[in-house]
């Protein structure tokens, strides 16, 4: 019953933007498109602010090419990629809206407003305005002080309206999207307590800011591996590391329990990380040229975002600032992993870094230049001391490691402890030995990386090198230090031959043996246990009506259930009856082969009950599913005024179950309440008994509930969200303006050239 809003939503709009995904990708196929888009919308951005065409394409591919777009990438976030990709392109068309290059800057800030929010990531859409938001204070702190109130009407009318044509022109999305997120967990439970993943308005403090970086983490923008890279990774070669070679040299069960101990990273993210948001060391040493020292009107409000998104990636570990924001910046806690806002700085930097080499190489020299040159040196000496200050003073260990060798020192059995402790005192030294390789090998490549280049704009300084040839060899150098860096994380090991991927999707003997039951049921796959079969367990569904599977969004309604019963199995028996769940798969505690069990109190699809109880405290009705016989008592949290007369006989079946309707059919000699094994969502479904319209009861906390009449009935229930179809329009109207206004755009440009022309 949950919404399929976040994944498979398609507007039907004869007059969508969506050409210019293609037409911006330049036709590439996934995942190379990514990259294109990113490039090319980072390249518009560099034309839009007057920066060389030819650094606009290295900024570009560097942009592209950041280290956390390779991650995202090679871990399935579709989505946010695609938003990062437009983020330059929006910023840029603003920009020509504050520049007085009105008719452009609406025309391509509705455009690019509409594709970002169209890539559907609310968080990176979120981030972006935060950049806009310090960009737009310091033009109108600007603007006033020139006092050119006009334009800065002019400038905040046009923009605010760009903005609100792009956002309409995905009316449907938004609508659906903002009227689902109340009822998601990302709005709040009524259950939440301090075990709850939320709270009673969004994510909880702990959930929220999970995925925090340590205070000195975000100079893994500069040293990728200043943290040990990834979790899963083996970042360092095998024939070189001492960890592997203290795990060759012990005992082999010792070793094999040692493995999932491995892993290089150590920073302040307890979940584990797939890798660092590394935005190259030339690039980093340019952007704090650009952000210090180098001439640059923009440098501030860029320095501004920069500082906060730090201060906000830094999450449980500055808790009294981040907890303040959840509280009370609007919407903040509808998102978690701070982590993420590094987008922000990564986006910064690549600009900043384009604007310090446009001045360094294609400005004249002075003394003043080379003067400022210097002190930006400076500022990149002590970005490196701090990196070296780490290196000397860290213990290089991580939680796990701590909380291992607590356990060895717990053991009871002086024996037993003494005879593994030396073993596993060794594997975490050799671990802390192979993070300070990693540490050291970073600095001096970074310093190997910031000599070449720092050394190429000092001879075009002192006139001993062509500024093209530099920004060539400056270039170069910044995208194959990207690329060898993406290399761990998106490789050839992320690809699969088609015919070896198709083996995840060949159906093992259980799944065969259960399909033979060809009736409507659902299974509970806890080979992985409780927690795997509701956190990045989907095979199951390929073969099966699932109860488990992960969402980061699910209905808060369906959190409270698997948080309050499901993760009690096996004592939570009367709600896996109550989701029709008939059989349990397993793994053989002696083989690890799948195993199943059937269930024969499954409820089924739908059921008549023989009382009803009407409880409106939604945490007594969580408990009272402890103990309920579902099959003969529902408990719903509306009044209800219908007859409920049981009488034997009365039975009520499945008939179909597409994916937007479900159908049953009735038979009764007397009104019967009937409870469905469906999620309930008030927003989208109606139910209708003989093609009339009847209400819907929200049912033992999470299903769904209707009275029906006495005698023979079609019972259909309809996924028609009104939030769907009343904003169609809105879309259509708002992509017809966007047309209306590039045509306007193409038609002032082409009489420019026409003019241009003449007085040529």
């Not at 942009?63 to 777009?69: C, E, I, L, M, R």
């Not at 660092?276 to 923009?298: E, Q």
């Not at 796959?525 to 699910?554: E, L, W």
């Amino acid at each position: 019953g949950m919404p399929a809003y976040q994944i498979a939503l398609k507007s039907p709009n004869p007059i969508s933007i969506g050409i210019f995904y293609d037409f911006l990708s330049l036709g590439m196929p996934k995942p190379i498109y990514f990259f294109v888009i990113a490039a090319i919308c980072f390249y518009l951005l560099c034309l839009f602010m007057s920066i060389s065409p030819f650094i606009g394409w290295l900024a570009g591919l560097s942009y592209a090419f950041a280290t956390y777009n390779a991650i995202i990438i090679s871990v399935g976030h579709d989505t946010k990629m695609l938003a990062i990709a437009f983020i330059p392109a929006l910023i840029g068309s603003l920009y020509l809206i504050f520049e007085k290059k009105y008719i452009y800057g609406t025309a391509l800030t509705s455009l690019f407003t509409a594709l970002m929010v169209g890539a559907n990531h609310p968080q990176i859409t979120y981030y972006t305005l935060l950049i806009i938001l310090f960009m737009g204070v310091y033009y109108l702190v600007q603007w006033i002080k020139a006092k050119e109130f006009k334009h800065l009407l002019t400038s905040l009318g046009l923009s605010l309206g760009a903005g609100i044509i792009g956002l309409l022109c995905n009316a449907v999305v938004l609508s659906t999207t903002f009227e689902y997120s109340k009822a998601s967990i990302r709005g709040g439970s009524v259950l939440a307590d301090e075990k709850s993943s939320n709270d009673k308005n969004g994510l909880n403090k702990s959930y929220a800011l999970s995925y925090s970086f340590f205070k000195s983490e975000p100079l893994v923008m500069m040293f990728p591996h200043l943290y040990g890279g990834s979790s899963g990774n083996l970042e360092v070669a095998e024939e070189k590391s001492k960890t592997i070679e203290a795990l060759q040299q012990m005992p082999q069960e010792l070793g094999q329990q040692l493995q999932g101990y491995l892993q290089f990273y150590w920073g302040g993210i307890t979940q584990g990380t797939s890798g660092p948001p590394y935005s190259g060391a030339i690039i980093c040493f340019l952007a704090l040229l650009g952000l210090s020292f180098i001439p640059n009107k923009h440098k501030w409000w860029m320095m501004s975002a920069t500082v906060l998104a730090f201060f906000m990636s830094w999450g449980l570990y500055w808790e009294d600032f981040n907890v303040f924001l959840l509280n009370n910046l609007p919407f903040y806690n509808k998102f978690r992993a701070p982590s993420m806002i590094l987008v922000i700085p990564t986006f910064l930097f690549v600009l900043s870094a384009a604007i310090a080499t446009q001045h360094l190489l294609f400005t004249e020299a002075s003394k003043e230049l080379l003067k400022n040159y210097k002190k930006g040196i400076y500022v990149v000496l002590g970005v490196f001391a701090l990196g070296l200050l780490i290196y000397i003073t860290s213990d290089f260990k991580s939680s796990n490691e701590t909380e291992l060798l607590e356990q060895v020192g717990n053991i009871q059995d002086p024996q037993q402890r003494n005879a593994i402790l030396p073993a596993i005192k060794s594997f975490v030294s050799a671990l802390q030995e192979d993070r300070k390789g990693l540490l050291m090998g970073d600095l001096l490549r970074a310093l190997f990386l910031i000599s070449i280049a720092g050394v190429s704009i000092w001879m075009v300084q002192i006139k001993k090198l062509k500024p093209n040839l530099a920004l060539v060899i400056v270039g170069l150098a910044s995208i194959i230090d990207l690329l060898s860096i993406d290399a761990k994380y998106l490789n050839e090991n992320n690809y699969q031959e088609v015919e070896e991927q198709e083996t995840y999707f060949t159906p093992q003997p259980v799944n065969l043996e259960i399909a033979k039951d060809t009736g409507y049921y659902r299974v509970f796959d806890i080979t992985n246990g409780v927690n795997g079969a509701f956190n990045g367990n989907a095979i199951t569904s390929v073969f099966h009506a699932s109860i488990g599977g992960y969402h980061a969004a699910k209905l808060s309604i369906y959190q409270d259930l698997i948080e309050k019963q499901l993760y009690k199995f096996p004592n939570c028996m009367p709600a896996i009856n109550m989701l029709n769940t008939r059989y349990l798969i397993y793994a053989d505690q002696n083989t690890g082969e799948k195993r199943y069990q059937y269930n024969p109190d499954a409820a089924g699809a739908s059921w008549f009950v023989d009382s009803i109880q009407v409880e409106k405290n939604p945490a007594s009705i969580m408990k009272a599913l402890d103990s309920l016989n579902v099959k003969q008592k529902a408990i719903i949290e509306t009044e209800f005024a219908s007859k409920n007369i049981p009488t034997a006989g009365d039975s009520i079946w499945i008939v179909s179950n597409l994916n937007d309707e479900v159908n049953y059919q009735s038979q009764s000699t007397s009104d019967r309440f009937a409870v469905f094994s469906e999620v309930y969502y008030e927003k989208g479904w109606k139910a209708y008994v003989d093609g009339k319209e009847t209400p819907i009861y929200k049912t033992n906390y999470v299903l769904r509930g209707i009275a029906v009449p006495a005698g023979k009935h079609d019972i259909r229930f309809e996924f028609k969200p009104d939030s769907y179809y009343k904003s169609q329009k809105l879309e259509l109207v708002a992509s017809g303006i966007i047309w209306l206004l590039l045509a306007l755009s193409a038609f002032q440009l082409f009489k420019q050239n026409k003019e241009n022309d003449k007085v040529a």
